[in-house]
């Protein structure tokens, strides 16, 4: 709840402080909305990805500019982000334990990860705007360091439950985002396996997923 209150806070102070200009420089200050379609990445046979994985972020970001043109700047913000991923991975809870399996003969299932997110995004900006261009060309490169809580698992059948612990609580991830004004492309690629390190199957297996995002980007001044 502390972690929830912070980031309202800090939303509230990006949007008291507007965007900035003056007469020699200017920052464009932005929150920002990505919706995106996540392609699971990994290198073990059994795993299989099946239904529709999607992550939506929304944040604000602070633009500190390098030049006095404004067309290069470094944006360091806070946002919060839900991901979801499907795939045939099989938990089984008894007690206070879990076991992960693979499905055989064949058996195709579609079990849920769902897990939200604190961020950190960081961006590299080169934009064609100027102090009194609003619609422009923008090339951004990101880095985002992501804190995961409330992780939960929902099996094809049967009831969802929480999965503490099982996940990677800090993830890093590269993105980039271009287009022209409020429409943006976006492309992430994720450096930490999604699942923690500690997790193996029953065959000894550690399935290793890695999401890999492409969608939308807004970004609203």
């Known amino acids: 709840m502390r972690a929830i209150f912070f980031l309202f806070c800090f939303f509230y102070m990006g949007l008291l ?10 920052n464009e200050d932005q929150f920002y909305i990505d919706v995106n379609f996540i392609i699971q ?4 046979n059994p795993f299989q990805e099946n239904g529709f994985s999607r992550s939506i972020h929304a944040g604000f970001l602070r633009d500190f500019s390098f030049t006095k043109e404004g067309d290069k700047a470094i944006a360091i913000g806070l946002g919060y982000g839900y991901e979801r991923l499907v795939n045939n ?6 007690e206070n334990q879990l076991s992960y399996s693979f499905p055989t003969n064949g058996i195709s299932l579609r079990n849920s990860f769902s897990v939200h997110q604190l961020q950190l995004p960081i961006e590299l900006r080169w934009r064609t705007s100027t102090i009194d261009n609003y619609r422009f060309w923008r090339i951004y490169l990101g880095y985002r360091l992501s804190y995961h809580f409330m992780p939960t698992y929902k099996p094809f059948f049967g009831r969802s439950f929480s999965i503490k612990n099982q996940i990677e609580q800090w993830q890093h991830s590269l993105s980039l985002s271009v287009g022209f004004n409020t429409w943006n492309l976006r492309f992430s690629y994720g450096l930490t396996p999604f699942l923690a390190k500690t997790v193996q199957t029953q065959e000894g297996i550690r399935p290793k997923v890695y999401p890999v995002q492409v969608g939308l980007i807004f970004y609203l001044l």
Request: charged residues 30%; aromatic residues 10%; hydrophobic residues 25%.
């Open 17 to 26: 402080w507007g965007q900035e200009k003056d007469s020699l420089s200017y």
């Open 89 to 94: 991975l099989n938990i089984r809870k008894n």
């Open 41 to 44: 990445s990994s290198d073990v």
